[in-house]
């Protein structure tokens, strides 16, 4: 089993910059594909970012080029920076973890964190 907690959410007005971390207990996530998906009021959950155990990404189109996600396998944790914050980035974020290396989805992510809400204010 894997726990993921994830922390740094908060409040924040467009343009400013976040970084989330998931922080992974229970299983060494090195050989995990780890990722970030987030859900806003009302709509699915989605993805958001991804990275595999040899550090290749992928990001949703919504947010390449402001969010980068990297992991620190030594500290067993995860991270998005978000970066140009924008109102529609407002949700709850949620990190992920899947033993596969197929692309994560909402369906087949074995593990979930508990979120973090992220708020942006115009």
């Known amino acids: 089993q894997v726990a993921l907690v994830e922390s740094g959410g908060g409040l924040v007005q467009a343009g400013d910059s976040l970084r989330l971390s998931c922080a992974a207990s229970?299983?060494?996530?090195?050989?995990?594909?780890m990722g970030w998906f987030r859900q806003a009021p009302g709509l699915e959950r989605e993805f958001v970012a991804s990275?595999?155990?040899?550090?290749?990404?992928r990001y949703a189109d919504s947010v390449k080029g402001r969010f980068t996600i990297s992991r620190d396998n030594a500290k067993n944790t995860v991270y998005l920076q978000m970066n140009s914050l924008k109102t529609e980035d407002t949700a709850v974020y949620y990190c992920a973890a899947d033993a596969r290396n197929a692309p994560l989805t909402t369906r087949t992510v074995d593990y979930w964190g508990q979120g973090t809400q992220v708020t942006v204010s115009s």
């Open positions: 229970g299983r060494t996530i090195s050989r995990y594909h």
């Open positions: 990275i595999w155990s040899g550090d290749r990404t």
